[in-house]
């Protein structure tokens, strides 16, 4: 009504009121909904921005959720789905843009659904990201804003966000007059919107479908159909090494194989035809400058999955390879330090898709892991190990584990390959592998280092880690966690969990792996936390309890042994038996004592209390 009579329109607003009137009694007073239904036709302003990169706007309180519009346009839309409260609305025209809407670099950006905002300028698109991870830590996580506002650091972007994608999956299909193409699933369904040319894959992708739509034509040769499970040709999957410049291509088909034996996974060097006139395709291939790799993927299963598991190789090498740098992530534009290592990559491997912003990724990581050369790690859902391999040459001894058994033989392959020695792979889940290490090296009072590692990081898939898992990980106690997410839904969900097992957020950072889409990644360092009001504080005196069920024993010199090499302290037996004495251990009546009466006793230094107590814990005396 205010609103309404502030514009000298109160008839508007009465008559507004008698067609629409639709009363919610709240506990504060009568509150007047406008009632909206499907096709109806609204002038609005978007005020905000949903997770999915949706606009969001109201009308007379009635929320509507608008794809592709942008924060600050005002627009006209048509409403496609109404509920109660709210509605779903589709953009029909933008009346007044908004200062952060730009043109699109691809004409089919909104019929594609991929990249959901590339009509926002890419500052912008940083921002929202940022929002994204601190709306969701504190929404989802339950965090004080405050809290989280002092721990986050500014997001990493990108250079040049566009064609940085290493990795493209295109299907094949039919058109209506059933001619062959190429491009990318419509929003939400499975009908392809033909388009080679798409802005975030690598320049030499159009060239590649080009040539393969082109033999496919002239040799005719079907592409699958979903509905009735017939056709050869499914996907086409391209690969290629940013640093290396080597391009993979593979192409997934719908042939059965019972009359051939072949081994029942990985890559096959094959001489086999499997397409018709083969031999012109990859001819057609080898031209293209890069090419390093052809291969087959047989999936003759009606599904979603893409890929099949057996890869035969018809041309080239079975696989391509690529370089990630180590950079300084302290330093302005993020410097190579001079490190590197190479990655093979497969058909199947998994690995990021932007290879310039992992590089970023990964040492953020590194650099948040505070690693000295004497830590033990666990890398879990470490792939090909990428992130196990960039933390060994910092680490003392790195595990890594992984489900998918090629990986880790890839990532077996890539420690050779990189003269690395301190990194151990083990096939599994991790909420599986890591529990169950767990729980033999107690029960068997094993004193493995990896027992309770000095740091543990984790780099889950999108659904998070395993409560099996996160439970381990708080029983372990490792001095550091970094928790590298590419869902900060799932990540805040998570890091509730270890902060109410006693953990702390130290830093929250975006790294845009993804940019004109809405994903992002997020690393996260959390270390032990402190002892404050908010804590429960328990007394109790040590000479009444029975400690011999702990003591099971050292001797000085191992204890001093143990402390100088992790370290790099030297201390005494008097400082050691000092500290035993304030655990409740038995040291003897004088041990170390001047026989002088008015000798003055040197006191153990704070900090060599605490190695002191950290070798007492490794040898299980307390």
Known sequence: RDYYASRGLVDVYKSQVLKYRKICRLRKGIRIFMEY????????????????????????????????????????????????????????????????????????????????????SYSEQLHFKEQKIRNN???????????????????????????YRNKAQYPIGTDRDGNVITGFYAGRTHTI????????????????LETILSYMRKNKVTAYDEVTGKGLVRHVLIRKGFTSGQLMVCLVINKKMTKMSYPTAGVQKNTNEFLPNQGELLAALAKIQGMTSVSVSINAEKTNVIMGTMIHNLWGESTIEDTIHVRDMQKENYPYTGDALTFKISPLSFYQVNPIQTEKLYSLALEYAGLTGKETVWDLYCGIGTISLFLAGKAKKVCGVEIIPQAIDDARENAKRNHIENAEFFVGKAEEVLPEFYEKATTEASSDEMLHPDVIVVDPPRKGCDDACLNTMLRMQPGRIVYVSCDSATLARDLKILCDGGYEIRKVRGVDQFGMTVHVETVVLLSKGEIDSKKVRVEFSLEDMDMSGFQKGATY???????????????????????????????????????????KVPKCPPEKEAAIRDALKYFQMI
């Open 137 to 163: 830590l504190i929404r989802i996580g339950g965090f004080d804003a405050e809290y989280i506002d002092e721990r986050m650091q500014p997001i990493v972007g990108m250079e040049e966000p566009f064609h």
């Open 557 to 599: 010199e191992q204890i001093k042994a143990y402390v100088l090499e992790h370290t790099g302290l030297k201390v005494s037996s008097l400082y050691i038996s000092q500290i035993k004495r304030k655990c409740g251990l038995d040291v003897g009546q004088n041990y170390n004592l001047s026989k002088k009466e008015d000798a």
């Open 37 to 120: 239904k499907k096709n109806d036709r609204v002038t609005l302003t978007i005020e905000d921005m949903g997770s999915d990169g949706e606009g969001i706007g109201k009308v007379d309180g009635f929320t509507l959720f608008i794809k592709d519009a942008v924060i600050g346009d005002q627009v006209e839309a048509k409403i496609i789905k109404s509920k109660k409260h709210y509605a779903y609305a589709r953009l029909e025209k933008v009346l007044q843009p908004s200062p952060f809407r730009v043109e699109p670099k691809c004409a089919y950006h909104r019929q594609c659904g991929g990249c959901q905002l590339q009509a926002i």
């Open 193 to 208: 919107i033909a388009n080679t040319d798409c802005a975030l894959g690598a320049s030499e992708n159009q060239q590649i």
